[in-house]
């Protein structure tokens, strides 16, 4: 079993809609990070947060440690927010476990 | 806005060929990660070095796959002889370092190059 667990694998949307991707994980973390890849690009860190709940323009990213669970929101999609989102924590080595990310599709 | 440089994006290769990928960390990061994503997965570490040092290489093919940082400052990551199954995108990321503040240990990626041996 993969220690970092995304839901869904894939997600398609219209534009405008609500989004949330969610992301469980089996180990005691120091932060949790989520990351963006558009199609054949590199990796872009939307996130890093280790408690509570962050925003950024359309972007809200909560952790609820007790649960070891973590949600990315984004508000109003638009097609240019399709991409691969990726969940990755980090223990006290600091050494990164990825989930195998989640497809977002918007459609216009 | 300071970046993490990769080069080449693009490498298509033959098996039994030798390829270099090379990258430049963001100025005064210490730490330097390695990592290969096969298409449709997640990235997994090939090597960390902390300065010049190796850290954490357990999950480099040590056979065929070699990585140095001999200045601490930029990296090179080599496959001799490359295989078909080394197909993915290579990934470099760096950080400010690995103790102390949590923002110090935010990675931040380059663009990858993405290897086909054929």
């Known amino acids: 079993k993969n220690e970092v667990e995304q839901s869904p694998q894939n997600l398609t949307a219209q534009e405008g809609e609500f989004i949330t991707i969610n992301c469980s994980y089996s180990v005691g973390i120091s932060a949790l990070h989520w990351l963006q890849q558009h199609p054949g690009g590199g990796i872009v860190s939307l996130f890093m947060l280790s408690s509570g709940k962050k925003k950024h323009g359309r972007l809200i990213a909560t952790i609820n440690i007790q649960e070891k669970h973590s949600s990315l929101h984004i508000t109003a999609s638009h097609p240019r927010d399709s991409a691969v989102y990726i969940c990755?924590?980090?223990?006290?080595?600091?050494?990164?476990?990825f989930g195998k990310g989640t497809l977002l599709t918007v459609n216009p | 806005e300071a970046e993490v440089a990769q080069s080449p994006r693009y490498k298509i290769t033959e098996k039994s060929q030798a390829v270099a990928f090379w990258c430049d960390p963001i100025s005064g990061h210490a730490t330097l990660y390695w990592y290969r994503q096969i298409l449709g997965q997640g990235p997994e570490l090939l090597v960390q070095f902390q300065d010049e040092s190796v850290v954490d290489d357990s999950q480099l093919p040590k056979d065929r796959f070699s990585a140095e940082r001999l200045k601490g400052v930029d990296s090179t990551l080599k496959i001799q002889p490359a295989e078909l199954g080394d197909s993915a995108m290579y990934l470099c990321a760096s950080s400010e370092g690995l103790q102390g503040l949590l923002s110090y240990n935010e990675q931040f990626f380059g663009p990858g190059t993405r290897l086909t041996v054929l």
């Open positions: 990755a924590v980090s223990g006290s080595n600091y050494k990164l476990t």
